[in-house]
């Protein structure tokens, strides 16, 4: 059974930083590109960071680039998405997806999403 479990989100102050992790299992992990995404209310879910099988090629959104740090470890089938400079825009439910092939940014591209964790960034 293909699982995507993702953890570590939750309520920050701005300036704060926080680190997510995604579990995966069910899979290949290593044959497949992961990719965070994050949907805040009344908005359409986006991509915020996507990271190749490889781990040689990532790709970050203009508004977390220099913030925002995706890494995977193969060997526990996980990534994270290390966030720092919190901002309340940053606020939204974040997603880990994966697919088989390069990261793409369009989310109907993906095989497998979690169930997503809640971010809040709030003073």
């Known amino acids: 059974q293909v699982q995507l479990v993702e953890s570590g989100g939750g309520l920050v102050q701005p300036g704060g930083s926080l680190r997510l992790s995604c579990a995966a299992s069910g899979f290949t992990f290593d044959a497949y590109a992961v990719g965070w995404f994050r949907q805040a209310p009344g908005k359409e879910r986006e991509r915020v960071s996507c990271l190749s099988s490889s781990g040689r090629i990532t790709v970050y959104e203009d508004s977390v680039k220099g913030r925002f740090t995706i890494s995977r470890d193969n060997a526990k089938n996980t990534v994270y998405l290390q966030m720092n400079s919190l901002n309340p825009e940053d606020t939204a439910v974040y997603y880990c997806?994966?697919?088989?092939?390069?990261?793409?940014?369009?989310?109907?591209?993906?095989?497998?999403w979690g169930q997503g964790t809640q971010v809040t960034v709030s003073s």
């Open positions: 997806a994966a697919r088989i092939g390069y990261c793409q940014v369009v989310t109907g591209a993906y095989d497998y």
